[in-house]
């Protein structure tokens, strides 16, 4: 199945945290949009591996994902390695993305930055003629797509361009609700970690209504890109 855009993320929760609303966005508009999670995110403080796999699942029915897969990379440890990029490289040949959407650059957890360079660097290797990869039993054709773009998470960074996802931001937060064990839960017995206090969720917002209100409306979802971007249209930008 051939997708629109690929999101990939290093733990299940960072595209809903970066990207639920450009998400929503374009599944309204037809596309095929999917989720490839490197990890399953098993290194958190809260909650345990199985759950957030029902948590990733829920959130992808909230998104109308077209597909949702977890490679399985070991969260913390995983590398921008030959190993890892090849495992990429067969999800991206699976799914011939024509855009990308990438973790943030750089961010708090290193995990982001170096899910972002994988990322980055899979989406050129995986139109290198001469890397064979192989789907079960089958020879895959080179495939690169047009362009990588990275969603902004927890450190602020200066974005390119911002998405206007207001129509969305509802959905968004439910989609981002979805992940349960890792947000504020009052009736939850585990400890408490860097995103599950109360301010979490509200700093999620004023980041969204900050994004937003630089492109004159409520909620905005910025990214940063590495190629150039050109337009056919002045009335493109607004
Ligand atoms: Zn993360």
């Known amino acids: 199945m051939k997708l629109d855009i690929l999101v990939i993320a290093a733990h299940p929760d960072d595209a ?14 037809g596309h095929k949009v999917g989720i490839v999670d490197l990890t399953k995110g098993e290194m958190g403080t809260r909650g345990t ?18 597909a949702r897969e977890n490679l399985g990379f070991k969260d913390v ?24 959407l990438a973790n943030a650059v750089s961010d708090r957890h290193p995990d982001h930055g170096k899910g972002s360079r994988l990322a980055t660097n899979a989406c050129f ?21 047009q362009y990588v773009y990275h969603y902004i998470q927890n450190n602020y960074i200066e974005p390119d361009f911002v998405m206007d996802i207001t129509p969305y931001w509802e959905t968004k937060v439910q989609s981002i609700l979805a992940f349960q064990s890792q947000f504020h839960d009052p009736s939850s017995q585990e400890p408490e970690s860097f995103i599950s206090t109360p301010d979490f969720l509200p700093f999620i917002e004023a980041r969204a209504r900050e994004f937003g209100h630089k492109i004159l409306t409520t909620y905005g979802e910025g990214f940063t890109v590495e190629k150039m971007i050109g337009v056919k249209d002045l009335f493109d930008l607004r």
């Open 16 to 29: 809903e945290l970066g990207c639920a609303g450009t998400i929503l966005t374009h599944v309204a508009k």
């Open 125 to 145: 290797m995986s139109g290198l003629r001469k890397i064979e990869t192989q789907l079960e039993g089958e020879s895959q054709k080179p495939w690169r797509p």
């Open 77 to 100: 440890y995983f590398q921008d390695d030959e190993s890892h990029q090849l495992e990429l490289i067969k999800i991206i040949r699976k799914y011939q993305p024509d855009i990308v």
């Open 49 to 66: 591996p199985e759950l957030r796999v029902q948590e990733a699942t829920k959130a992808a029915e909230i998104l109308g994902l077209a």
